[in-house]
């Protein structure tokens, strides 16, 4: 059964601090994407990476770094968290040619004070 | 992208079967649909795709009409848990591009 995991599922941080979000899929795939979900305006795509030490920013990576050492694990930085970064943090993996294909982790509510 | 029209909220008796509908006038040749739902405050969930013929999955059926502008998700035997908010996209494939979700079908399974 395909599975994604998600280090913490709720999350309180104070403003300023660097935040860890930790994501590992046992699939073996590809891809794996990091999204933000907030209410009425959807999700929206942080940062993604299709190989090992690879990635892409997606719409919205200001304030936000990657790290993929190895295949199964896709780890999400807050540099310096800010309040406005108060969300739903939703991990994804999906197979090699078949991107839309995505299974998501249970996702991090984080807040920041 | 192709855009798709989806009813905001259906309702369906618990075991009867929940049906769908979807439409994507402007799909291209090469746009797969996908059907995903995300149950309250989980993470969303892939349910199906299928190019031009029907699909069939543990989950699901996907009904596509011959001229493939609309389709039907199907769940056979609708329960309480399948309550939650489908959403239907389209997308060629190819490129790790995000998803993007429209505002979807509210399903409510009622007892």
């Known amino acids: 059964d395909v599975k994604v995991t998600q280090s913490s599922r709720y999350l309180v941080k104070r403003t300023g601090e660097k935040v860890f979000l930790e994501c590992v899929q046992d699939?073996?795939?590809?891809?794996m994407f990091w999204y933000r979900q907030d209410p009425g305006l959807g999700l929206r795509l942080i940062y993604f990476s299709y190989d090992v030490k690879m990635k892409e920013k997606g719409d919205i990576p200001e304030g936000y770094s990657v790290s993929r050492e190895k295949k199964e694990r896709f780890s999400l930085i807050l540099e310096s968290a800010s309040t406005n970064q108060t969300s739903m943090y939703l991990c994804a993996s999906s197979p090699h040619g078949l991107t839309y294909e995505q299974y998501f982790g249970p996702g991090t509510r984080l807040t920041v004070t | 992208d192709a855009k798709t029209t989806q009813p905001t909220s259906m309702d369906c008796a618990e075991g009867r079967a929940a049906n769908l509908p979807c439409n994507h006038s402007t799909i291209s040749g090469n746009e797969y649909v996908y059907w995903y739902r995300q149950i309250h405050s989980q993470g969303p969930q892939y349910i199906i795709h299928g190019l031009k013929n029907n699909e069939t999955n543990e989950m699901a059926s996907l009904i596509i009409t011959e001229d493939r502008k609309s389709s039907t998700l199907i769940l056979p035997h609708a329960t309480l848990r399948d309550t939650a908010v489908y959403y239907c996209i389209v997308y060629s494939g190819g490129g790790a591009d995000g998803l993007t979700f429209g505002k979807g079908t509210h399903l409510i399974i009622q007892p």
């Open positions: 699939m073996d795939h590809e891809n």
